[in-house]
């Protein structure tokens, strides 16, 4: 099974009854484009762009950022690519970066919070990132983002920039990893061009549970009904717009939750790039109504258990 889903690695994702589904790879360096190509990614559907601050005593400059970026982009050959600005914070320090120390860091200055508070830093991210697109599909996100004004803070600086950097194919947009988010989605979605649901922050957010946590961490399955039930208000709100949807969390290679983000309608799937051939392979033994109905039905179990439990019965 292994060896033919890795003989089918670069063909598309569709299920059965023929609907497609996009499988992207999610990295860390501009080094590990080419081998997510390889591997069969038909994007990257999320750059974490940590590492390119981290390895620097201080802010890397535009040059420095917008070279690794374009490295990406010219291995991507014409396939779109996802980025997320710098998602730092809390638990997550830069040398060159003070930042308070926070009782509750999870609960703190991170992510887009953290960035507007440095729009100097955001600038520089922004303007690389547009300098290096070339008229090849460049999309941006934010991270954690839970409320429109952050989101709208941040969009003003791209629209500022880019007339000064035009870029082709550009959309600009946001990722789902706080509740609030999910739940003012209709609002978020008359605004943005994608939504990107990062099921790690979510599920932890929506359950009140550490996803780094000694013993608790194992509870934090996105399996459970009230993050579906977020997955699904996003999609619902999304789809009402004409936008799209990616998962870029861990839930996205779960061969569980697979059948149940496409019956939910998720347009993409990132995942590590190891895991793409059969989380494709997984998509193709799939029936896409099927998967509708099995979500819905879904919804209304009471925990994750349960979710696992009736997707492996069905699915
Ligand atoms: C997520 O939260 O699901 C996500 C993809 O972001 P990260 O794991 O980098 O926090
Ligand atoms: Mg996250």
């Known amino acids: 099974r292994k060896r033919l889903a890795n003989e089918r690695r670069l063909e598309p994702a569709i299920t059965r009854d023929g609907h497609p589904v996009e499988i992207a790879?999610?990295?860390?360096?501009?080094?590990?484009?080419?081998?997510?190509?390889?591997?069969?990614?038909?994007?990257?559907?999320l750059l974490r762009t940590e590492l390119v601050f981290m390895n620097h005593s201080q802010a890397p400059d535009q040059a420095t950022q917008e070279a690794e970026y374009r490295r990406v982009l010219e291995a991507l050959q014409g396939r779109p690519l996802v980025v997320r600005t710098l998602d730092v914070g809390g638990d997550k320090p830069l040398p060159y970066w003070p930042m308070p120390a926070e009782e509750n860091p999870f609960l703190g200055v991170r992510g887009i919070r953290?960035?507007?508070?440095?729009?100097?830093?955001?600038?520089?991210?922004?303007?690389?990132?547009?300098?290096?697109?070339?008229?090849?599909p460049l999309r941006i996100m934010f991270p954690m983002v839970g409320n429109i004004d952050e989101w709208r803070t941040a969009k003003a600086m791209v629209d500022r920039l880019r007339v000064e950097l035009p870029v082709a194919d550009l959309q600009v947009g946001i990722m789902i990893e706080i509740p609030s988010a999910a739940l003012i989605a209709p609002v978020l979605a008359q605004e943005v061009d994608?939504?990107?649901?990062?099921?790690?922050?979510?599920?932890?957010?929506?359950?009140?549970?550490?996803?780094?946590?000694?013993?608790?961490?194992?509870?934090?399955?996105?399996?459970?009904?009230?993050?579906?039930?977020?997955?699904?208000?996003?999609?619902e709100a999304a789809h009402a717009h004409g936008k799209w949807v990616g998962v870029c969390g861990e839930l996205a290679a779960d061969a569980l939750a697979v059948p149940m983000l496409v019956g939910l309608g998720v347009d993409e799937l990132s995942v590590s790039a190891r895991s793409i051939a059969l989380v494709k392979a997984r998509v193709r033994e799939l029936d896409f109504a099927a998967c509708q109905r099995l979500a819905q039905?879904?919804?209304m179990l009471p925990g994750a258990?349960?979710?696992?439990?009736?997707?492996?019965?069905?699915?």
Do not use: K, W
């Open 114 to 136: 953290l960035s507007l508070q440095r729009p100097d830093i955001l600038e520089t991210q922004l303007r690389a990132l547009l300098a290096s697109a070339d008229g090849r």
């Open 194 to 235: 994608f939504f990107s649901i990062g099921t790690n922050d979510l599920t932890q957010y929506t359950l009140a549970i550490d996803r780094g946590h000694p013993t608790l961490s194992g509870q934090a399955d996105g399996l459970h009904p009230a993050v579906l039930r977020l997955i699904g208000m996003t999609v």
């Open 25 to 45: 790879a999610n990295i860390g360096a501009a080094g590990e484009t080419p081998e997510a190509v390889a591997m069969g990614a038909e994007g990257i559907g």
């Open 297 to 299: 039905q879904a919804l």
């Open 305 to 315: 258990h349960e979710v696992r439990a009736f997707v492996g019965e069905h699915c």
